[in-house]
């Protein structure tokens, strides 16, 4: 029995038992993960998981069951489950099921190059980024993180009022890191790269990257204490976004946890910020043609020259506020509730170099690394106290790395203290979705060091 033969065979046994509003989503997700630890595997997995869950109303309320098996057996287990968790789970808020319009992007988000790579290529090539890496310096004591993933999805979203979507998305990644030590002193760098075709990445070229980044630290002192104009480096940048990503979520707004609330309309930002939420982005990770519940994406700016437009939402706060989803249902597996998750969220960039940023700086601290971000932040008050470390700048040029220092400040102030905007947009993973941003220049944070 196939994903459709299934389908219909669950509505019509759903229908027979009193069901009304029906849905059944599938994902099955195909992982191939390995680490290199001194030029030999650390690790090595490949791993297919996935499964089925139908929800369906019965008696006015949502019942909800989900199982691994894809077969015939599937139909009575999944029903029967419906059937008894819709006594015990009181659904007093309405959950909709998706009903149109059906109007999707027509994406291609499985790329064969990724496909075609064999397990062996894969680790063959990873072992030369690891021997790269050694033979940059003789500083690099160790190459402690070097590892590839490569991931393929199918998912797929049916309902009785008419939705029937699916789609294949592939994606593959390497992180690598170092630690350097002279005199004593040790020092780390982490470089993530997309990965679409080896040929297409220079191991050699990795590796000076991450053991050039990890050398310029060696040395780092703390800073005097005081307030301090700041860049924030692409990649500290988008840390620090994804911290705050939630103040964005339609369900905090709604229940006070976000200080947005109220705001739509209002200018929020500086008018450099642009934030756009692009599920279309070539390359992005999390690009898709619908969300979790099958509502078709579409591109939307969260903030639009530091006014703030809309926020993320899924089809049950969209109806809470008598508007239409953003399509940013999100469920973590085919086991989860719905939640919301942005898709490829970032900053547009701006128009200079990050070499020129540096240049224009007569005094500053750019910052590169935030440490203790679960830890240090408030979403609700947008508070943050971050262990941080970077350089030193005076007179547009970069003078020392500095480190154990803490910067602090408040997001929603930082927002608005934006003064530009680089053009060094970067992306990387963690949090929800996939998130990114330039260099940006605040006017000032307070910073404790010596």
């Known amino acids: 029995m196939n994903l459709q033969q ?23 997700t195909n992982r191939f993960n390995s680490n290199i630890f001194k030029g030999e595997i650390d690790r090595y997995t490949i791993a297919v998981d996935g499964g089925l869950a139908f929800r369906g109303r019965l008696n006015g309320q949502m019942g909800y069951a989900y199982t691994e ?26 959950e909709p099921l998706y009903a149109g319009p059906f109007d999707y992007e027509n994406l291609n988000l499985f790329d064969e190059q990724i496909a075609q790579v064999t397990p062996e290529e894969r680790i063959a090539w990873l072992k030369r980024v690891d021997s790269a890496c050694y033979a940059v310096d003789p500083r690099v004591a160790l190459v402690n993180y070097c590892q590839t993933e490569a991931v393929a999805v199918e998912r797929m979203i049916a309902n009785t009022n008419g939705l029937d979507r699916s789609e294949k998305i592939n994606r593959a990644v390497l992180v690598v890191g170092v630690v350097v030590r002279e005199n004593g002193d040790s020092k780390t760098a982490y470089h993530f790269v997309p990965v679409v075709d080896l040929a297409s990445v220079d191991p050699e070229a990795v590796a000076r990257k991450v053991v ?32 705050f990503t939630s103040i964005f979520y339609a369900e905090n707004v709604q229940k006070g946890r976000s200080l947005l609330k109220g705001r739509l309309g209002e200018a929020v930002a500086s008018e450099a910020l642009t934030l756009v939420d692009d ?18 994406s579409r591109r939307i700016s969260l903030i639009d020259a530091g006014k703030l437009n809309s926020f993320l939402y899924n089809l049950k706060t969209a109806a809470v506020d008598g508007v239409a989803s953003t399509g940013h249902g999100a469920k973590a597996s085919y086991k989860g509730a719905v ?9 547009k960039p701006g128009a200079r170099s990050f070499d020129e940023m540096v240049a224009a700086t007569g005094e500053g601290v750019i910052i590169t690394s935030l440490q203790g971000l679960h830890s240090g932040t408030n979403p609700v008050s947008g508070d943050f106290s971050l262990a941080a470390s970077g350089y030193y700048v005076k007179d547009g040029k970069v003078v020392r790395p500095v480190n154990q220092i803490t910067v602090a400040g408040n997001f929603f102030t930082v927002l608005k203290e934006i003064e530009e905007v680089g053009a060094d947009l970067e992306f990387s993973p963690g949090g929800a979705g996939y998130l990114g941003s330039p260099t940006l220049r605040v006017k000032g944070l307070a910073v404790a060091g010596k």
């Open 279 to 296: 599920p279309f982005l070539p390359g992005g990770f999390a690009s898709r043609s619908f969300d979790s519940e099958g509502v078709p």
């Open 6 to 28: 299934l389908k219909e065979a669950l509505f019509a046994r759903g229908a027979a038992l009193g069901f009304t509003d029906m849905e059944v989503a599938y994902q099955s």
């Open 212 to 243: 050039g980044e990890a050398l310029s630290y060696l040395g780092a002192e703390p800073l005097e204490s005081g307030t301090y104009p700041i860049l924030l480096r692409n990649d500290a940048a988008g840390e620090l976004l994804a911290a």
């Open 69 to 94: 098996l894809i077969d015939d057996s599937a139909v009575e287990l999944l029903v029967n489950g419906a059937m008894a968790s819709s006594t015990v789970i009181d659904s007093a808020e309405a």
């Open 339 to 347: 939640a919301i998750s942005p898709s490829n969220l970032y900053v």
